[in-house]
């Protein structure tokens, strides 16, 4: 496979400067995705799994149609990640206490908290790095992230959206 790329010509005709930035956020959703991985593999499931988990744990119980909406998986790849993550102890399938015909998957409160705790390292490294910013550049990285999450969502859409 050639290295060669054809860049769009936002990116080729940008100042060195912009370029470094669209590859430097590129290669950072890699090594976020691959730390994703790693933990993941450690505690026995996929990524997959991790993200599901990850959108209970914040979000709180949800039917299984609800947890793919919000992950933006199928609804069979949903039903297959919440089996896996039954199996290794992470969810429960429960009654809807407001409604006795919709299923609920509940995060195991002590299986996401050892999921996550993998994390607390990466987590107390990136405290210590915001340290050495001031709160003038923290506001400025911090949007700047925000605006890069609603590119990647936008961008996201458009593309479960575009016909085969």
Same mark, same amino acid.
């Given at each position: ?19 470094? &930035? ?11 995705? +691959?730390? !994703? /991985?790693? =933990? #993941? %593999? ?7 799994? &991790? ?11 949800? +039917?299984? !149609? /609800?947890? =793919? #909406? %919000? ?20 969810? +429960?399938?429960?009654?809807?206490? #407001? ?27 990136? #405290? ?37």
């Amino acid at each position: 496979m050639s290295r060669e790329y054809s860049e769009p010509p936002g990116v080729r005709d940008s100042s060195p400067a912009h370029r470094a &930035l669209v590859f430097a956020t590129l290669d950072l959703a890699a090594d976020v995705d +691959t730390v !994703g /991985q790693a =933990a #993941a %593999a450690r505690i026995g499931i996929n990524q997959t799994d &991790l993200i599901c988990l990850n959108a209970l744990f914040r979000d709180g119980p949800m +039917t299984a !149609g /609800q947890l =793919a #909406a %919000a992950i933006g998986l199928t609804s069979g790849a949903t039903t297959t990640a919440v089996d896996r993550l039954v199996r290794a102890g992470y969810v +429960t399938r429960e009654g809807d206490p #407001a409604d006795r015909r919709r299923v609920l998957v509940v995060a195991s409160e002590e299986g996401a908290r050892h999921a996550f705790a993998l994390f607390d390292g990466l987590l107390e490294a990136v #405290a210590r790095l915001a340290t050495t910013y001031t709160d003038e550049q923290l506001d400025l990285l911090r949007n700047l992230i925000h605006d890069f999450r609603t590119l990647v969502a936008d961008y996201t859409a458009t593309l479960r959206e575009k016909p085969d």
